[in-house]
């Protein structure tokens, strides 16, 4: 029973936190068609920037708990933007309208370039950001002790998972982009202007992964290669949800985590193997995954 | 038997660099060993990108090979270097007629995602198993070549340098003529307009099948060469970056020749060698911007730099030609 909550609890912190790695994959790749390499090295700026960020504010040891969240998430905010903008505006919108396999190579070469950029920026020493995590304290939940800050961050993906789907599905902006999803030409038929539509979900998604690298910094040490790491899983998360569906990212999280966490309590050597082969047996019998479409082919 | 240009250039080139290897330093002969070897991984890749597809996973096929190698010795008591190579190709030959199956229903970044997941399956179950050596891998040491112990040092080098350029050649040569064979051929229309071929009668799916199967043999090949030049095997031969490197090795040369990635693979170790020593960090920069550079201006790879002058073959005459001399492929 013990065993089963612990599996419980650890595979909804690791799905909360694969939600938020994948969400802006997702939605990147929902309406830009890009399927995007380059997503873990947002994910791994963000962690630099919020560590590097708290490291500065706790350095002369004064400094509250509170103000460091504000930190982090300002910090991932403002990566985002930048990195977002000088990424779409200086490379991807001259390679709209490429075939989709040439998008992931394109994004591939930019992934090598950032992996590297950020090593020239921060160098290769780990950088550590524990404070937030530490102030939280834990809890104990049926007998387990339970990391506040790991609790709190099932809740920031609740958040940001209510809030696209509302962005999307009640706005009016949401609307002109599902027009833009559903049909690109069409839509621009009717005076959406779409490349600033993708300029802004570009940007959107950038900051989700920046988002994702900042909230987990505190709980890791963050070193060179994390990218790298988290890309092929939110590849596994989004594609057993179905690329480009937020409902499919978040159900691809939940059922990973699960996974995951199941794998890790009872036969640890298969902690990796568990993840892509969920992801193989969704792909084997639903090549679109849970949520995706399927599409005719054309002649 | 009639050689064409190609063929003709690559048994040149074959008898050169064997010639080379007797008086180049062991340096040089141990980068080109490992360019060729690799290089024999990317033209596993070039034959699915002929076919219109890309495999971000054939690391898998790599590893499968190199592990053969490396665990040969320890786990069967076998030291034939080339009944261990054998057992690397015919592991992965069986591998990718399971799992072809599954995969030849894909295309685009479908098979992309699908490869690499499996790659990297195979990565998480050997870091993570004891059994399989874990993080460190295998070494590969005192393995014997026709009953010959091949010591390490200087004499391996050569031994295994040797091996590989045979062993390149024959691929090359054999893949050359499979191109121009009516499968082949077919493979590149598959890649212009899949379902025209199905109503022409044919089955692009089994055809993408054989080329899969085939492929994957020929890395194979290619990871159990390199684990024999390089002594040592470990899982991130399939960890998803290493076959990164090989799609960018395909793309750095093109699929216009089957010399092509021969020449890219050992442009890449050279100039990989070089920017480690003195830009340590910003290798992999370069490798991206030279990646956008290849893919804005030089689609068809480094081999369109030879090719692009000549005008044109026209298509009709050709066709005959190529039905003539055709019959010794795939």
């Known amino acids: ?299 | 038997m009639r050689l064409d240009k190609t063929e003709l250039a690559l048994v040149g080139l074959a008898v050169l660099l064997l010639l080379g290897g007797m008086v180049a330093p062991g340096w040089l002969i141990f980068l080109v060993t490992i360019a060729l070897a690799k290089a024999l991984v990317v033209q596993g890749v070039v034959m699915q990108m002929k076919a219109g597809l890309v495999s971000f996973g054939q690391g898998l096929f790599y590893c499968v090979g190199g592990y053969a190698v490396g665990m040969g010795g320890p786990f069967l008591g076998i030291s034939a270097g080339l009944v261990l190579l054998a057992i690397g190709v015919v592991a992965a030959v069986g591998l990718a007629m399971v799992l072809g199956l599954l995969l030849t229903r894909y295309r685009e970044i479908f098979f992309a995602m699908l490869s690499l997941a499996f790659s990297m399956i195979l990565y998480g179950v050997l870091v993570k198993s004891q059994e399989l050596g874990s993080t460190d891998g295998f070494n590969v040491n005192n393995w014997t070549l026709l009953g010959q112990t091949i010591a390490g040092g200087e004499t391996a080098t050569h031994v295994v340098f040797l091996l590989t350029v045979v062993a390149a050649a024959v691929v090359a040569f054999l893949l050359h003529r499979y191109y121009r064979s009516s499968v082949g051929m077919t493979c590149e229309a598959i890649r212009e307009n899949e379902v025209r071929v199905e109503y022409l009668g044919l089955s692009p799916r089994w055809i993408q099948y054989a080329n899969y199967v085939a492929a994957a043999g020929v890395s194979a090949l290619g990871g159990g060469l390199t684990a024999l030049a390089a002594g040592h095997v470990d899982p991130d031969m399939a960890y998803w970056t290493t076959s990164g490197e090989f799609i960018f090795i395909a793309l750095l040369g093109g699929t216009g020749s089957v010399l092509a990635p021969f020449l890219a693979a050992i442009v890449f170790s050279l100039v990989r060698t070089y920017a480690i020593e003195f830009v340590p960090h910003a290798w992999q920069m370069i490798l991206g911007f030279t990646l956008l550079g290849i893919v804005v201006f030089l689609p068809k790879g480094l081999w369109s730099l030879f090719t692009r002058h000549r005008p044109e073959a026209p298509v009709v005459p050709a066709a005959p030609q190529k039905t003539s001399t055709g019959g010794a492929g795939a």
């Open chain 1, 1 to 299: 029973m013990l065993s089963f909550i612990a599996v419980l609890i650890d595979g909804t912190i690791y799905a909360s936190w694969l939600f938020l790695v994948a969400a802006g994959l997702t939605v990147i790749y929902g309406v830009m068609r890009i399927l995007n390499m380059a997503h873990g090295s947002f994910y791994a700026i963000g962690a630099y920037a919020a560590a590097s960020a708290i490291g500065w504010y706790f350095s002369d040891g004064t400094g509250s708990a509170g103000m460091s969240f504000l930190l982090l998430i300002g910090c991932a905010i403002a990566a985002g933007l930048v990195v977002g903008t000088l990424v779409e505006r200086g490379l991807l919108r001259f390679m709209y309208g490429r075939d989709e396999i040439l998008m992931v190579i394109i994004t591939y070469a930019l992934l090598l370039i950032l992996e590297d950029a950020m090593k020239l920026i921060w160098g290769v020493n780990p950088y550590f950001a524990y404070q937030p995590y530490t102030a939280l304290g834990r809890s104990t939940i049926a007998g387990l002790k339970v990391s506040n800050y790991d609790l709190a961050l099932i809740g920031v993906a609740v958040v940001v998972g209510l809030a696209l789907w509302g962005w999307l599905e009640r706005t009016n902006l949401g609307k002109i982009l599902r027009a833009v999803i559903h049909d690109r030409e069409v839509a621009s038929a009717m005076g959406v202007n779409v490349r600033r539509m993708f300029f802004l979900t570009f940007i959107i998604g950038t900051t989700l992964g920046t988002l994702a690298g900042a909230l987990t910094a505190p709980s890791i040490s963050v070193v060179p290669g994390i990218g790298v790491e988290v890309i092929v899983l939110a590849f596994a998360v989004v594609v057993v949800g179905g690329l480009g569906s937020i409902e499919g990212a978040a159900v691809g999280a939940l059922l990973l985590g699960l996974s995951r966490a199941m794998a890790v309590h009872f036969a640890p050597q298969f902690e990796l193997f568990v993840i892509y082969g969920v992801m193989s047996l969704v792909l084997a019998i639903r090549p679109q995954g849970l949520f995706g479409r399927t599409l005719a082919r054309k002649i």
